[in-house]
Protein backbone atom coordinates (compact mmCIF):
# COMPACT_ATOMS: atom_id res chain seq x y z
CA UNK A 1 0.00 0.00 0.00
CA UNK A 2 3.22 2.24 0.76
CA UNK A 3 3.59 2.85 -3.05
CA UNK A 4 -0.69 3.35 -3.43
CA UNK A 5 -2.09 7.09 -4.53
CA UNK A 6 -2.91 9.22 -1.91
CA UNK A 7 -6.61 10.37 -2.14
CA UNK A 8 -8.52 11.92 0.27
CA UNK A 9 -12.32 13.05 -0.03
CA UNK A 10 -13.62 15.59 2.14
CA UNK A 11 -17.40 16.06 3.40
CA UNK A 12 -18.31 19.72 4.39
CA UNK A 13 -21.71 19.84 3.77
CA UNK A 14 -24.27 18.53 6.32
CA UNK A 15 -26.62 14.64 5.54
CA UNK A 16 -30.38 14.34 4.32
CA UNK A 17 -30.50 18.35 2.82
CA UNK A 18 -28.97 17.24 0.27
CA UNK A 19 -27.51 14.05 -1.90
CA UNK A 20 -24.15 14.82 -1.51
CA UNK A 21 -22.79 12.91 1.53
CA UNK A 22 -24.68 9.86 0.45
CA UNK A 23 -23.01 10.01 -3.07
CA UNK A 24 -19.55 10.96 -1.36
CA UNK A 25 -19.84 7.66 0.54
CA UNK A 26 -20.36 5.74 -3.01
CA UNK A 27 -17.41 6.96 -4.26
CA UNK A 28 -15.36 5.97 -1.42
CA UNK A 29 -16.37 2.50 -1.43
CA UNK A 30 -15.24 2.84 -4.73
CA UNK A 31 -12.13 4.37 -4.52
CA UNK A 32 -10.98 2.19 -1.69
CA UNK A 33 -11.54 -1.38 -3.47
CA UNK A 34 -9.18 0.38 -6.31
CA UNK A 35 -6.22 0.02 -4.16
CA UNK A 36 -6.06 3.86 -3.31
CA UNK A 37 -4.74 4.85 -0.13
CA UNK A 38 -8.02 6.96 1.05
CA UNK A 39 -8.33 9.43 3.62
CA UNK A 40 -12.09 11.02 4.65
CA UNK A 41 -11.89 13.80 6.22
CA UNK A 42 -15.35 15.18 7.54
CA UNK A 43 -14.94 18.95 8.45
CA UNK A 44 -17.45 21.70 9.13
CA UNK A 45 -20.91 20.34 8.49
CA UNK A 46 -20.06 17.58 6.94
CA UNK A 47 -19.30 16.29 10.92
CA UNK A 48 -22.95 16.22 11.18
CA UNK A 49 -23.03 13.21 8.59
CA UNK A 50 -21.48 10.84 11.20
CA UNK A 51 -23.70 11.92 14.16
CA UNK A 52 -25.65 8.71 15.77
CA UNK A 53 -29.26 8.25 15.80
CA UNK A 54 -30.27 9.43 12.11
CA UNK A 55 -33.21 7.66 11.27
CA UNK A 56 -34.60 9.40 7.79
CA UNK A 57 -37.78 6.80 7.55
CA UNK A 58 -40.11 9.59 8.24
CA UNK A 59 -38.44 11.61 5.54
CA UNK A 60 -39.00 8.78 3.15
CA UNK A 61 -35.22 8.91 2.54
CA UNK A 62 -32.86 5.96 2.17
CA UNK A 63 -30.31 7.50 3.77
CA UNK A 64 -26.87 6.17 3.85
CA UNK A 65 -26.49 5.25 7.73
CA UNK A 66 -25.99 1.74 7.47
CA UNK A 67 -22.97 2.86 5.04
CA UNK A 68 -20.80 4.54 7.86
CA UNK A 69 -20.79 1.67 9.91
CA UNK A 70 -19.55 -0.84 7.46
CA UNK A 71 -16.99 1.80 6.29
CA UNK A 72 -14.44 -0.54 7.54
CA UNK A 73 -15.38 -3.70 5.82
CA UNK A 74 -15.19 -1.52 2.81
CA UNK A 75 -11.50 -0.96 3.16
CA UNK A 76 -12.76 2.86 4.32
CA UNK A 77 -10.40 2.67 7.49
CA UNK A 78 -8.35 6.29 7.86
CA UNK A 79 -12.13 8.37 8.52
CA UNK A 80 -11.02 11.60 10.22
CA UNK A 81 -13.44 14.09 11.79
CA UNK A 82 -12.13 18.12 12.47
CA UNK A 83 -12.03 18.97 16.30
CA UNK A 84 -13.00 22.19 15.58
CA UNK A 85 -16.10 21.45 13.80
CA UNK A 86 -17.14 18.91 16.56
CA UNK A 87 -16.72 21.39 19.29
CA UNK A 88 -18.89 24.66 17.45
CA UNK A 89 -21.61 21.88 17.02
CA UNK A 90 -21.43 20.93 20.51
CA UNK A 91 -20.44 16.97 19.28
CA UNK A 92 -18.32 14.47 21.37
CA UNK A 93 -16.46 11.88 20.29
CA UNK A 94 -19.62 9.85 22.27
CA UNK A 95 -21.67 11.79 19.25
CA UNK A 96 -19.96 10.11 16.15
CA UNK A 97 -21.22 6.58 15.01
CA UNK A 98 -19.21 3.91 14.99
CA UNK A 99 -17.33 2.76 11.49
CA UNK A 100 -17.28 -0.82 11.79
CA UNK A 101 -14.64 -3.06 14.12
CA UNK A 102 -10.71 -3.51 14.66
CA UNK A 103 -9.42 -6.42 12.82
CA UNK A 104 -7.34 -7.81 16.04
CA UNK A 105 -9.66 -6.80 19.17
CA UNK A 106 -13.06 -6.73 17.46
CA UNK A 107 -14.03 -4.02 19.19
CA UNK A 108 -16.18 -1.13 17.83
CA UNK A 109 -13.88 1.86 16.40
CA UNK A 110 -14.73 5.37 15.76
CA UNK A 111 -13.43 7.90 13.79
CA UNK A 112 -10.09 9.93 14.39
CA UNK A 113 -10.77 13.18 15.74
CA UNK A 114 -8.07 15.41 14.64
CA UNK A 115 -6.40 19.06 15.00
CA UNK A 116 -6.82 21.12 11.98
CA UNK A 117 -3.25 21.40 11.82
CA UNK A 118 -2.83 18.06 11.56
CA UNK A 119 -5.77 17.74 8.44
CA UNK A 120 -3.46 20.61 6.65
CA UNK A 121 -0.04 18.19 7.02
CA UNK A 122 -2.57 15.04 5.65
CA UNK A 123 -3.89 17.14 2.99
CA UNK A 124 -0.42 18.27 1.94
CA UNK A 125 0.49 14.68 1.50
CA UNK A 126 -2.29 13.99 -0.84
CA UNK A 127 -1.92 13.33 -4.77
CA UNK A 128 -5.70 14.30 -5.56
CA UNK A 129 -8.20 15.88 -3.23
CA UNK A 130 -11.97 15.15 -3.67
CA UNK A 131 -14.48 17.59 -2.08
CA UNK A 132 -17.46 16.04 -2.32
CA UNK B 1 -1.27 23.35 -1.34
CA UNK B 2 -3.59 24.96 -3.93
CA UNK B 3 -7.01 26.28 -2.10
CA UNK B 4 -9.74 26.97 -4.58
CA UNK B 5 -12.89 29.07 -2.64
CA UNK B 6 -15.78 29.64 -4.55
CA UNK B 7 -18.33 31.47 -2.35
CA UNK B 8 -19.24 34.82 -1.16
CA UNK B 9 -17.57 35.49 2.23
CA UNK B 10 -21.03 37.72 3.40
CA UNK B 11 -23.21 34.37 2.58
CA UNK B 12 -20.97 31.16 3.51
CA UNK B 13 -18.35 30.36 5.80
CA UNK B 14 -16.47 28.39 3.35
CA UNK B 15 -13.68 31.46 3.37
CA UNK B 16 -13.49 31.64 7.56
CA UNK B 17 -13.45 27.96 7.33
CA UNK B 18 -10.57 27.40 4.84
CA UNK B 19 -8.46 29.20 6.56
CA UNK B 20 -8.01 26.84 9.66
CA UNK B 21 -6.45 24.60 6.91
CA UNK B 22 -4.03 26.92 5.56
CA UNK B 23 -0.20 26.25 5.86
CA UNK B 24 2.34 28.69 5.20
CA UNK B 25 3.05 28.81 1.60
CA UNK B 26 -0.16 27.08 0.36
CA UNK B 27 -1.95 29.49 -2.52
CA UNK B 28 -5.76 30.32 -2.07
CA UNK B 29 -7.49 31.37 -5.29
CA UNK B 30 -10.49 33.32 -5.27
CA UNK B 31 -12.99 32.53 -8.09
CA UNK B 32 -16.59 32.80 -8.95
CA UNK B 33 -18.56 34.41 -6.36
CA UNK B 34 -15.36 33.61 -4.21
CA UNK B 35 -14.16 36.84 -5.52
CA UNK B 36 -16.16 38.98 -3.67
CA UNK B 37 -13.77 38.14 -0.90
CA UNK B 38 -10.79 40.40 -2.13
CA UNK B 39 -12.52 43.61 -1.82
CA UNK B 40 -11.55 46.21 -0.04
CA UNK B 41 -12.82 47.54 3.16
CA UNK B 42 -15.94 45.35 3.90
CA UNK B 43 -16.73 43.46 6.53
CA UNK B 44 -15.06 40.20 5.73
CA UNK B 45 -11.76 42.39 3.84
CA UNK B 46 -9.90 40.75 7.07
CA UNK B 47 -9.92 37.49 6.04
CA UNK B 48 -8.67 37.62 2.60
CA UNK B 49 -6.28 40.18 5.00
CA UNK B 50 -5.41 37.16 7.07
CA UNK B 51 -4.10 34.85 3.80
CA UNK B 52 -2.07 37.41 2.87
CA UNK B 53 0.04 36.50 5.86
CA UNK B 54 0.72 33.17 5.20
CA UNK B 55 0.77 33.41 0.94
CA UNK B 56 -0.29 34.14 -2.04
CA UNK B 57 -3.66 35.14 -2.82
CA UNK B 58 -5.08 35.17 -6.14
CA UNK B 59 -8.46 36.36 -8.07
CA UNK B 60 -9.73 35.20 -11.06
CA UNK B 61 -10.01 38.42 -13.28
CA UNK B 62 -13.00 37.43 -15.68
CA UNK B 63 -14.94 36.60 -12.06
CA UNK B 64 -14.31 40.00 -10.92
CA UNK B 65 -15.06 42.00 -14.04
CA UNK B 66 -17.80 40.35 -14.35
CA UNK B 67 -19.04 41.44 -10.88
CA UNK B 68 -17.87 44.65 -11.51
CA UNK B 69 -15.09 44.90 -9.23
CA UNK B 70 -12.02 46.94 -8.94
CA UNK B 71 -10.96 48.19 -5.67
CA UNK B 72 -9.18 44.97 -4.17
CA UNK B 73 -7.18 43.98 -1.00
CA UNK B 74 -3.46 45.27 -1.33
CA UNK B 75 -1.51 42.15 -2.30
CA UNK B 76 -4.32 40.53 -3.99
CA UNK B 77 -2.91 38.95 -7.14
CA UNK B 78 -5.12 38.91 -10.39
CA UNK B 79 -5.43 35.61 -12.65
CA UNK B 80 -6.53 34.44 -15.59
CA UNK B 81 -7.29 30.71 -16.70
CA UNK B 82 -3.26 30.26 -17.93
CA UNK B 83 -2.11 31.49 -14.25
CA UNK B 84 -4.58 29.41 -12.61
CA UNK B 85 -3.48 25.77 -14.57
CA UNK B 86 0.12 26.75 -13.64
CA UNK B 87 -0.74 27.30 -10.18
CA UNK B 88 -2.08 23.36 -10.36
CA UNK B 89 0.74 22.56 -12.16
CA UNK B 90 3.00 23.59 -9.09
CA UNK B 91 0.17 22.25 -6.51
CA UNK B 92 -2.74 19.35 -5.63
CA UNK B 93 -5.83 21.69 -5.31
CA UNK B 94 -9.19 21.51 -2.90
CA UNK B 95 -11.71 23.17 -3.27
CA UNK B 96 -13.60 24.88 -0.51
CA UNK B 97 -16.99 24.58 -2.22
CA UNK C 1 0.95 16.80 -17.42
CA UNK C 2 -1.83 14.91 -17.14
CA UNK C 3 -5.21 16.42 -15.20
CA UNK C 4 -8.77 14.29 -14.16
CA UNK C 5 -11.69 17.04 -13.89
CA UNK C 6 -14.48 16.32 -11.75
CA UNK C 7 -17.90 18.17 -12.49
CA UNK C 8 -20.09 18.27 -9.21
CA UNK C 9 -22.69 20.43 -10.49
CA UNK C 10 -25.15 21.38 -13.21
CA UNK C 11 -25.22 23.69 -16.19
CA UNK C 12 -26.09 27.15 -15.94
CA UNK C 13 -27.66 26.66 -12.30
CA UNK C 14 -23.85 27.60 -11.11
CA UNK C 15 -21.08 28.31 -13.13
CA UNK C 16 -18.88 25.25 -11.96
CA UNK C 17 -19.15 24.43 -15.46
CA UNK C 18 -18.01 27.22 -17.23
CA UNK C 19 -15.33 27.23 -14.64
CA UNK C 20 -13.97 23.87 -15.01
CA UNK C 21 -14.38 24.35 -19.12
CA UNK C 22 -12.19 27.69 -19.45
CA UNK C 23 -9.29 25.95 -17.59
CA UNK C 24 -9.59 23.10 -19.51
CA UNK C 25 -8.99 24.97 -22.26
CA UNK C 26 -6.50 26.97 -20.27
CA UNK C 27 -4.83 23.06 -20.08
CA UNK C 28 -4.98 22.22 -23.50
CA UNK C 29 -3.14 25.64 -24.63
CA UNK C 30 -0.49 25.29 -22.48
CA UNK C 31 0.41 21.50 -23.88
CA UNK C 32 -1.85 19.35 -21.21
CA UNK C 33 -3.18 16.15 -21.49
CA UNK C 34 -6.47 15.63 -20.42
CA UNK C 35 -6.89 12.17 -19.12
CA UNK C 36 -11.02 12.41 -18.53
CA UNK C 37 -13.41 14.68 -17.41
CA UNK C 38 -15.90 13.15 -14.85
CA UNK C 39 -19.47 13.84 -14.47
CA UNK C 40 -21.00 13.79 -10.29
CA UNK C 41 -23.67 14.69 -8.72
CA UNK C 42 -25.97 16.92 -10.78
CA UNK C 43 -23.00 17.10 -12.95
CA UNK C 44 -24.57 14.53 -15.00
CA UNK C 45 -26.78 17.36 -16.47
CA UNK C 46 -24.01 18.76 -18.56
CA UNK C 47 -24.11 16.36 -20.99
CA UNK C 48 -28.02 16.13 -21.74
CA UNK C 49 -28.76 16.73 -25.57
CA UNK C 50 -32.04 18.28 -24.59
CA UNK C 51 -30.63 21.12 -23.29
CA UNK C 52 -31.67 24.30 -25.73
CA UNK C 53 -30.23 27.58 -24.58
CA UNK C 54 -30.84 30.57 -26.38
CA UNK C 55 -28.73 31.47 -29.25
CA UNK C 56 -26.83 34.27 -28.30
CA UNK C 57 -25.50 32.23 -24.99
CA UNK C 58 -23.28 29.49 -24.57
CA UNK C 59 -24.18 25.88 -25.03
CA UNK C 60 -22.41 24.20 -22.28
CA UNK C 61 -23.27 20.67 -23.72
CA UNK C 62 -21.98 21.29 -27.18
CA UNK C 63 -18.93 22.67 -25.74
CA UNK C 64 -17.93 18.99 -23.40
CA UNK C 65 -19.24 17.35 -26.38
CA UNK C 66 -16.61 18.95 -28.75
CA UNK C 67 -13.88 18.84 -25.60
CA UNK C 68 -15.08 14.93 -26.42
CA UNK C 69 -14.10 15.13 -29.84
CA UNK C 70 -10.78 15.55 -29.09
CA UNK C 71 -10.11 12.47 -28.05
CA UNK C 72 -10.96 13.52 -24.05
CA UNK C 73 -12.63 10.71 -22.27
CA UNK C 74 -16.30 12.17 -20.93
CA UNK C 75 -17.70 10.17 -18.66
CA UNK C 76 -21.51 10.49 -16.65
CA UNK C 77 -21.58 8.26 -13.60
CA UNK C 78 -24.11 5.70 -14.04
CA UNK C 79 -25.85 5.78 -10.40
CA UNK C 80 -25.97 9.79 -10.39
CA UNK C 81 -27.16 9.69 -14.04
CA UNK C 82 -30.09 7.63 -13.11
CA UNK C 83 -30.76 9.08 -10.17
CA UNK C 84 -31.44 12.09 -12.07
CA UNK C 85 -32.78 10.39 -15.62
CA UNK C 86 -29.86 10.95 -17.74
CA UNK C 87 -30.45 8.01 -20.58
CA UNK C 88 -27.49 7.24 -23.35
CA UNK C 89 -30.27 8.09 -25.61
CA UNK C 90 -30.11 11.74 -24.12
CA UNK C 91 -26.07 11.98 -24.28
CA UNK C 92 -24.53 14.76 -26.77
CA UNK C 93 -22.20 13.24 -29.05
CA UNK C 94 -18.37 12.39 -27.44
CA UNK C 95 -19.68 11.41 -23.54
CA UNK C 96 -19.97 8.17 -22.13
CA UNK C 97 -22.30 6.67 -19.12
CA UNK C 98 -19.74 4.62 -16.99
CA UNK C 99 -19.23 3.53 -13.34
CA UNK C 100 -17.15 5.38 -10.73
CA UNK C 101 -14.67 2.86 -11.55
CA UNK C 102 -13.99 5.38 -14.17
CA UNK C 103 -13.07 7.99 -11.93
CA UNK C 104 -10.81 6.48 -9.92
CA UNK C 105 -9.05 4.69 -13.19
CA UNK C 106 -9.17 8.42 -14.09
CA UNK C 107 -7.48 9.45 -10.65
CA UNK C 108 -4.80 6.67 -10.78
CA UNK C 109 -3.63 7.68 -14.64
CA UNK C 110 -3.56 11.69 -13.63
CA UNK C 111 -0.86 13.87 -12.00
CA UNK C 112 -3.32 16.23 -10.87
CA UNK C 113 -7.57 16.34 -9.85
CA UNK C 114 -9.24 19.20 -10.12
CA UNK C 115 -13.05 19.62 -8.60
CA UNK C 116 -15.38 22.11 -10.09
CA UNK C 117 -18.48 22.31 -8.11
CA UNK C 118 -21.38 24.50 -5.90
Not at chain 1, 93 to 122: M, Y
Not at chain 2, 44 to 65: C, P, T, Y
Not at chain 2, 66 to 74: E, K, S
Amino acid sequence: MSDAKKVMITVRKPPHGSIYVHEAIEVMFIVASFGLDLSVVFIDDGVLALKTGQDTKELGIKGFMASIGAFMDFEVTKVYVDRQSLEDRNMSEADLAFIGEDETTEQPVRPTILDSSAIAALMAEQQSLMAL
Amino acid sequence: MLHTLNKSPFSHTSLENCLRFIKPDDVLLLLEDGVYAATRGTSRSHLIEQALQNGHVFAMQADLKARGLTDLIDGVQLADYDKFVELLEQHSSHAWR
Amino acid sequence: MKFTLLILDGPYNHTASDSAYQTAQAMLRRGHDIRGVFFYHDGVYNVSNASDPPQDDRNIPQRWSALGAQNIDMVVCIAAAKRRGITNELLVPNTRISGLGQLATMIIESDRLVVFGD
